[in-house]
């Protein structure tokens, strides 16, 4: 049954704008308290990012949840990872973060983690949607769920982190951190430093208006400055709320996701640590899945989305995964994907073979890869458009062998991504762009049509 909320990452939109306004997310809450409820007592760990909008948003949740009878762990800003550890570790029946990712501060979104610290399965999602067309009703006063604020949870995710580092020191080794001035501006540096790491820190001044705004994973422009200004070793950009790393070589050069995978997968296979093989998505660089050929590494793509890497891994029983939007998933570490462990992990790479970020890196060799985003003003199907198959099998065939045309809808903002990989960088940004413009216009026809 399709679901009418939840995305492929929880429930995302514009502040003010349908769902993402207080009534709908108040009763959000009460839905979920009654379905985590009907097993009896239940309590639910509430996270948010750094937007101005999160504190209206977890008060809405706290009262609909209070109002089903459920009891309330508030920390405060973290990191979407560190939800997903501390409702593991507190016992919790589930986490709640209030986060649009990497999205600007006027959007806002609401994502649910189970008591295992993954996504909830689909039919939690359903029937949280089914009790959404329930009247609400609160519980008798006496059964209202009671609010508590944790107050040691940035501690307690810091030391996780540290824990995932194998013990190793960042001593000598000179970081410029950028914190996308998002949920892990107050987490992050520390955990490079205590252990043993200079971090230079940009991006660490959250005003609720100034999250992701040009800075963090999603624009490293800054941090590529700084890092050569700096003469630093490497730099590390997180996103708003900490799901995603990005890193930059001492040379100012943006080392994606592709490639820290493929770090990472080497790095675990040296030391003995790695399993089956590797998941990436339908958006993964082709680059990377020869290197992993090359070194008989089994690889797969899944559709693009954290959800469906994290359900590739557990059908195959592998440990790694990611997107090249630096969303990596360390299985055998933790349950979602986390950029500050992913990022220890490059960096504990880095150290056991004495190598550069920039010499690790070229392990791999990316193939040219241009995507853009084609805005639509209402989400619509693409399937079965005359015109975008037609404008693809042109493309397709100028390509032949030596490249590849992928077309997908974005599961969380209203854009469809068009992205053409290819050996020639030129051939595939001008025929990215020729294909974007024949899919924007076809759009336009059929937006106007319905």
Same mark, same amino acid.
């Given at each position: 049954?399709?679901?009418?909320?939840?995305?492929?990452?929880?429930?995302?939109?514009?502040?003010?704008?349908?769902?993402?306004?207080?009534?709908?997310?108040?009763?959000?809450?009460?839905?979920?308290?009654?379905?985590?409820?009907?097993?009896?007592?239940? /309590?639910?760990?509430?996270? /948010?990012?750094?937007?101005?909008?999160?504190?209206?948003?977890?008060?809405?949740?706290?009262?609909?949840?209070?109002?089903?009878?459920?009891?309330? *762990?508030?920390?405060?800003?973290?990191?979407?990872?560190?939800?997903?550890?501390?409702?593991?570790?507190?016992?919790?029946?589930?986490?709640?973060?209030?986060?649009?990712?990497?999205?600007?501060?006027?959007?806002?979104?609401?994502?649910?983690?189970?008591?295992?610290?993954?996504?909830?399965?689909?039919?939690? +999602?359903?029937?949280?949607?089914?009790?959404?067309?329930?009247?609400?009703?609160?519980?008798?006063?006496?059964?209202?769920?009671?609010?508590?604020?944790?107050?040691?949870?940035?501690?307690?995710?810091?030391?996780?982190?540290?824990?995932?580092?194998?013990?190793?020191?960042?001593?000598?080794?000179?970081?410029?951190?950028?914190?996308?001035?998002?949920?892990?501006?107050? =987490?992050?540096?520390?955990?490079?430093?205590?252990?043993?790491?200079?971090? =230079?820190?940009?991006?660490?001044?959250?005003?609720?208006?100034?999250?992701?705004?040009?800075?963090?994973?999603?624009?490293?422009?800054?941090?590529?400055?700084?890092?050569?200004?700096?003469?630093?070793?490497?730099?590390?950009?997180?996103?708003?709320?900490?799901?995603?790393?990005?890193?930059?070589?001492?040379?100012?050069?943006?080392?994606?996701?592709? +490639?820290?995978?493929?770090?990472?997968?080497?790095?675990?296979?040296?030391?003995?640590?790695? /399993?089956?093989?590797?998941?990436?998505?339908?958006?993964?660089?082709?680059?990377?899945?020869?290197?992993?050929?090359?070194?008989?590494?089994?690889?797969?793509?899944?559709?693009?989305?954290?959800?469906?890497?994290?359900?590739?891994?557990? /059908?195959?029983?592998?440990?790694?995964?990611?997107?090249?939007?630096?969303?990596?998933?360390?299985?055998?570490?933790?349950?979602?994907?986390?950029?500050? =462990?992913?990022?220890?992990?490059?960096?504990?790479?880095?150290?056991?073979?004495?190598?550069?970020?920039?010499?690790?890196?070229?392990?791999?060799?990316?193939?040219?890869?241009?995507?853009?985003?084609?805005?639509?003003?209402?989400?619509?199907?693409?399937?079965?458009?005359?015109?975008?198959?037609?404008?693809?099998?042109?493309?397709?065939?100028?390509?032949?062998?030596? &490249?590849?045309? *992928?077309?997908?809808?974005?599961?969380? +903002?209203?854009?469809?991504?068009?992205?053409?990989?290819?050996?020639?960088?030129?051939?595939?940004?001008?025929?990215?762009?020729?294909?974007? &413009?024949?899919?924007?216009?076809?759009?336009?026809?059929?937006?106007?049509?319905?």
């Amino acid at each position: 049954m399709a679901k009418r909320y939840f995305g492929t990452d929880g429930i995302r939109g514009r502040v003010g704008q349908f769902p993402i306004t207080p009534d709908f997310v108040l009763k959000l809450g009460w839905a979920a308290g009654k379905v985590f409820a009907r097993e009896g007592h239940s /309590k639910i760990l509430i996270g /948010k990012d750094t937007r101005i909008s999160g504190y209206m948003f977890e008060s809405a949740l706290e009262a609909g949840l209070s109002a089903a009878g459920v009891d309330v *762990l508030l920390t405060g800003p973290m990191p979407t990872p560190a939800i997903a550890y501390l409702a593991r570790t507190f016992r919790a029946d589930a986490g709640i973060v209030i986060s649009a990712s990497h999205n600007p501060f006027f959007d806002n979104g609401i994502k649910f983690f189970s008591s295992q610290g993954t996504k909830l399965p689909d039919e939690i +999602e359903q029937a949280i949607e089914a009790q959404m067309d329930i009247a609400m009703t609160t519980v008798d006063s006496a059964e209202l769920g009671k609010a508590k604020r944790i107050d040691d949870a940035a501690g307690r995710y810091i030391e996780f982190c540290k824990a995932t580092a194998g013990g190793i020191s960042l001593k000598g080794l000179k970081i410029v951190l950028d914190c996308a001035n998002g949920a892990t501006y107050h =987490v992050a540096p520390a955990v490079f430093s205590e252990l043993g790491a200079t971090v =230079v820190e940009i991006a660490s001044s959250p005003d609720g208006l100034n999250i992701n705004e040009e800075c963090g994973a999603t624009a490293t422009q800054r941090l590529q400055k700084v890092v050569t200004a700096e003469a630093a070793d490497l730099g590390i950009a997180l996103d708003g709320d900490g799901d995603r790393v990005i890193m930059v070589d001492h040379l100012g050069e943006q080392v994606d996701g592709d +490639e820290l995978l493929y770090i990472i997968a080497a790095q675990m296979r040296r030391e003995d640590s790695f /399993k089956g093989g590797v998941v990436g998505t339908l958006m993964s660089n082709f680059g990377l899945e020869q290197a992993f050929v090359r070194e008989g590494i089994p690889f797969t793509r899944a559709n693009v989305g954290d959800r469906y890497v994290m359900e590739r891994l557990y /059908k195959h029983d592998w440990l790694l995964g990611g997107e090249s939007s630096g969303h990596i998933v360390c299985r055998h570490l933790t349950t979602t994907g986390d950029g500050t =462990v992913a990022a220890l992990q490059v960096l504990k790479a880095i150290i056991e073979t004495g190598n550069t970020l920039s010499e690790l890196r070229h392990g791999m060799t990316k193939m040219p890869q241009t995507m853009i985003n084609v805005r639509m003003e209402n989400k619509v199907s693409i399937d079965g458009v005359e015109a975008i198959e037609q404008a693809v099998a042109a493309t397709e065939a100028t390509l032949g062998d030596r &490249g590849r045309v *992928l077309l997908r809808p974005s599961g969380t +903002e209203p854009v469809v991504r068009v992205m053409i990989e290819g050996e020639d960088a030129a051939e595939v940004d001008k025929l990215c762009q020729q294909l974007a &413009g024949d899919v924007e216009k076809a759009l336009l026809a059929l937006e106007t049509s319905v």
